[in-house]
């Protein structure tokens, strides 16, 4: 691709798979309407590259680098600048092309959420710069990422889908999960940004014995819930689900820890401890909104406003 061009991916979620997809679980997952997008535009006098991020409360994060050695030169944050220079660099290891594309050029990026939300930041990041280098995106996963892939799956889908490892090759459905009742789920955030990473990497070294009971129910658990209509059925399932996995975390649920009086169902998604949880319940918005304020969560987002059933097309055109 030539610059400028603009290009998308979508932000997700892990309805249901936690921890057991690494183990060959199917999992549900859902494609966000947010996500981040990419800008790539070239600079008149600067000869150096360039890379600025935004979220919606702004910029966060800029750095200024060789475009050769990608050696940063200046930057706000040398964290974030040793990651996103490893990315790159393992890009350019898959495509050596790709290491003429930099001279004088400027990135921006820009989060259609909030970087601690935990919706994608660092996937989307990998799928768009895997589009941009010409690479292909799983391989880049696996070079920079212990996570099971599921959310590169997202990034670029049309619509929810079913998630499996069969070994290390990923194997995606795309279903059409959006339920009648999906205006009784809510999308809550805990104010914990959890580092999904290394929960999934100490996860990992687990034995794959003693599992395979709980990987069996959890794929149906997973099935089920993309085909149900039942908003009673869907919150005993979420429920099941949340039995099941305290089993293989040795961990108390969420519910059981924080809302056990919450009048509807509620499950972790992605890894335990952090990020958002998923409420459902059959009373309604302004229930579920007082519950959480009560406990100081006020963000509840509308699992229709934020996760479609289909993610529209047009939006991965350049």
Known sequence: MRPPFTIRANGKILLSGEYLVMKGATALAVPLIAGQQLRVSEQEAEQNFTWRAYDPDGLWFEAVMDPETLGVLHTSQQEVADRLTALLLAARSLNSNFADQMNGLAVETQLGFKRNWGFGSSSTLISLVARWAGVNAWDLHRMVSSGSGYDIACATAVSPLL??????????????????????????????????DAEVAKFSQRAD???????????????????TSSLMLFMELIDEHETIMESVLGRRSVRKLMFSDFQGSVKSLGAWGGDFVLAASEYGYDYVQQYFAAKNMHVVLRYNKTAPGVVRKEVFSV
């Open 163 to 196: 998630y499996r490892l069969d070994g290390d090759t990923p194997q995606t459905t795309l279903v059409g999960f959006y339920p009648e009742f999906a205006d009784h789920l809510y999308l809550v955030y805990l104010g914990n940004k959890q580092h999904s």
């Open 209 to 227: 014995t003693g599992f395979g009971r709980e990987i069996s129910l959890i794929t149906e658990i997973s099935h089920a819930l993309a085909q």
